[in-house]
């Protein structure tokens, strides 16, 4: 692939290409999405109409309506503190590395070399386990539709290697439309889970009591022999079940890993981070309310290991139950269009800096400004990432899908970690851009902080009873194997960084000798 820069002719050194020179880059992305595209590719990949349907499960079995009626608001404000912090990183520091360039600068080259790494795969995993949800729901769509698709596990990986295949084309011949289709999927977001909404108010001819939605407690996790009383339910199930919302509303990053291709970065850039995690917590809670109470018949979503599909083929006629789930497969056809845009920018700017194996390779651009290599390994690293999903689980859950998405918040929430904390460290030698938490940054840094590492322990830990080694009935296919696969990870890399990173490694490397100051903006005190 040539490694051919976009002419500087056709983007003049403006604001934007000024800011981004005095980090130490030339502009090579096509610096051509409005502040709503870059809001649009967050909420895309949060998208509600993917991780709402494929998690509800998680929540349902693992503590039932209350982990999602009261867990859901509770953990998305703690996800919206996370997104203030990194609101107020990106405004300061607009560039495709993002979340690990934060981090090199504010720290140390090792501080940006394990963040870099744990972004990059919590990027790969949540694409993968976004491009999965997608095949299952497309699985159970061409059921519904054609007597003789029969909806196996095999058909669905092959959909799902469809699925990852068309989202890499999309990306690397899609370049003059990608940010357009980014906006049209805000718009399918809001109409289809409106519609979706709708659906579930108007069509069942019974609904659930608010007592039930509100106060309701179940524990189908295999743990603690069911009891919704005990110690742990209370400390061990139910946190499990927080992992529909800290999953659904992750992959924000991305407003930062397109800022280089965004107008206006510095300010566009942080609101569309904390909108879109703001707007997906309102829009998400409602939907799943109106999961909750369109599921009746507990006893079919039960048997079917909590999945949400369950509650609309037995809540709803045959002809709205396949709208409601056409309505979120193509919803999560278009969030790993968006999982595929952001990783393969991560990956594109993480090579530049020369921290991945052939750096050369996937840190060149076609003469389009984009970055295919890139595109091309991280589709196949997520397509390696979810070879386990082909083998059946014995405890009747997906358990491959639940152990990538915990991989995928792992990687991702604790790649934030570090720049937080970085930030806190800071201090007032911290120069913000025009977004700024001001003195708040201290009381929300901190809280993110201990929420991250809260959940780094629980989504490392056993999600059924089989998969807990020693126990009676223990097989391989039940294991949450996130702690092997992030472990196995930040291990191969721990070695590499001591063995021979440390000694060439040296954090972001500038493309620009020098850079034109721009005018130092105004901050505006508190978030904007």
């Known amino acids: 692939m040539a490694t051919t820069p976009v002419p500087t002719a056709e983007q003049p050194m403006d604001d934007d290409a000024r800011r981004l020179a005095e980090l130490g880059y030339k502009q090579e992305l096509r610096r051509k999405w409005s502040g709503f595209s870059n809001f649009a590719i967050s909420f895309s990949i949060i998208s509600i109409l993917a991780g709402c349907f494929t998690t509800f499960g998680q929540a349902w079995n693992n503590g039932g309506p209350v982990a999602i009626s009261w867990g859901w608001p509770l953990i998305s404000l703690f996800i919206l503190i996370i997104g203030f912090c990194m609101a107020e990183l990106v405004s300061a520091y607009p560039t495709a590395g993002g979340i690990y360039w934060w981090a090199a600068t504010m720290g140390r080259p090792v501080h940006g070399w394990f963040t870099g790494w744990l972004n990059l795969i919590g990027l790969v995993a949540v694409t993968a386990s976004v491009d999965y949800g997608c095949a299952t729901f497309l699985n159970l769509t061409l059921s519904a539709l054609f007597d003789g698709w029969a909806g196996t596990l095999r058909q669905a990986f092959m959909l799902f290697v469809i699925i990852l295949v068309l989202h890499g084309l999309i990306n690397i011949f899609g370049h003059r439309i990608i940010d357009v289709l980014q906006n049209v999927s805000v718009w399918w977001h809001v109409a289809g889970a409106a519609v979706v909404v709708a659906i579930l108010v108007f069509v069942p001819d019974n609904h659930q009591s608010f007592q039930f939605v509100f ?25 499990l079940g927080f992992l529909l919302t800290q999953y659904t509303i992750t992959g924000f990053d991305a407003c930062a890993h397109v800022s280089e291709e965004t107008r206006g970065a510095s300010q566009a850039a942080a609101r569309g981070l904390w909108q879109s995690i703001f707007y997906s917590a309102v829009g998400g809670w409602i939907l799943l309310l109106a999961f909750l ?24 006629t045959p002809v709205f139950f396949k709208i409601v789930i056409i309505i979120s497969t193509i919803g999560q056809f278009f ?26 390779l996937w840190s060149t651009v076609d003469r389009n400004g984009t970055p295919v290599n890139a595109i091309i390994g991280a589709t196949l690293a997520g397509l390696v990432l979810t070879l386990p999903a082909l083998y059946e689980s014995s405890a009747g859950i997906p358990i491959a899908f639940y152990a990538v998405v915990s991989v995928a918040v792992l990687g991702l929430y604790l790649s934030f970690l570090i720049p937080i904390a970085l930030r806190l460290r800071m201090g ?33 830990l056993p999600i059924v009873p089989a998969g807990v080694p020693g126990n009676d009935g223990f097989t391989w296919s039940a294991v949450n194997y996130a702690p092997l696969a992030v472990g196995g990870v930040l291990l191969v890399v721990a070695v590499w960084w001591y063995a021979s990173a440390r000694k060439w490694f040296t954090g ?4 620009v000798e020098q850079a034109t100051p721009a005018a130092d903006p105004t901050p505006a005190d508190g978030p904007a």
């Open 293 to 316: 109470f369109a599921a009746t018949d507990v006893e079919a979503v039960n048997a079917a290991g909590g999945f949400s599909g369950a509650i609309f083929e037995s809540a709803l």
């Open 428 to 460: 007032d030698r911290f120069v913000p851009g025009p977004w700024t938490l001001g003195r708040r940054y201290k009381l929300l840094g901190w809280i993110a902080v201990i929420e991250i590492a809260i959940i780094a322990v629980y989504f490392v």
């Open 215 to 239: 106060t309701e407690r179940f524990n189908n996790s295999g743990f603690g022999d069911g009891d919704i009383g005990g110690l742990t339910f209370w400390f061990y199930v139910l946190p």
């Open 335 to 360: 969030c790993g269009m968006s999982c595929v845009t952001s990783m393969s920018r991560m990956a594109y700017a993480f090579s530049r800096d020369r921290a991945v194996p052939g750096w050369r």
């Open 508 to 511: 972001p490397v500038r493309t």
